[in-house]
């Protein structure tokens, strides 16, 4: 909790701090893993943003808040953050990057998550996901959605398939058809955003 509160001073060292509102809002109903819903502050410069998970089938639960900052600008943007977890398998420390990379009409995001349990033991990586999609017509984005669930060190569980959203006013509403590869299972994920 002190390196958090540091990383926040330091954020916000020199500016005015000022709640300047929501950022965004991401919930994602998952098929077979967890069903999650993030949220996310602008405070001056810095963001501060929490989470939940909640995966029905394996009774998996987890809540997290952390502190983070955006670098870049529209199209060539990164945001990075760092939180602390509890969930019903221990404690952990988690690092957050968000590349979003905008090439022509070709749009692509990822979610980065490593973290490691307060309690020592493997370090875990998550893509969940990474998502390139283009525009056809006004309102639809079609691609491709890669999910990704390892340890450091060992082999992890992939999925890959196609993604279509639809633009609606302030967010955006996807469908994501992942095929599971190895022992992964196959799974559905529907996604909405808001950015206000």
């Known amino acids: 909790m002190r390196g958090a509160l540091v990383i926040t001073l330091l954020m916000l060292t020199g500016r005015e701090v000022l709640a300047q509102g929501l950022e965004f809002a991401v919930a994602r109903f998952a098929s077979h893993s967890s069903h999650t819903l993030y949220a996310g502050y602008q405070v001056g410069p810095g963001l501060l943003f929490g989470g939940v998970l909640q995966n029905p089938r394996s009774a998996y639960r987890e809540a997290l808040f952390g502190v983070g900052r955006a670098f870049g600008q529209s199209g060539r943007a990164v945001t990075v953050g760092v939180a602390a977890a509890t969930t019903s ?5 988690q690092l957050y990057v968000l590349p979003s990379i905008g090439v022509g009409a070709l749009s692509v995001d990822a979610t980065i998550t490593a973290q ?29 959605t890669w999910a990704y669930a390892g340890t450091f060190g060992r082999s992890g569980e992939h999925a890959l398939g196609p993604t279509v959203s639809a633009e609606i006013p302030g967010g955006a509403l996807g469908v994501h058809v992942l095929r599971g590869l190895g022992d992964r299972p196959h799974e559905v994920w529907l996604t909405a955003r808001v950015t206000p």
Request: proline share 9%.
């Open 116 to 144: 490691a349990a307060f309690a020592g033991g493997p370090a875990e990586l998550y893509l969940s996901p990474a998502t390139a999609t283009a525009p056809v017509g006004s309102l639809l984005r079609v691609g491709a």
């Open 89 to 93: 398998a221990g404690n952990y420390a």
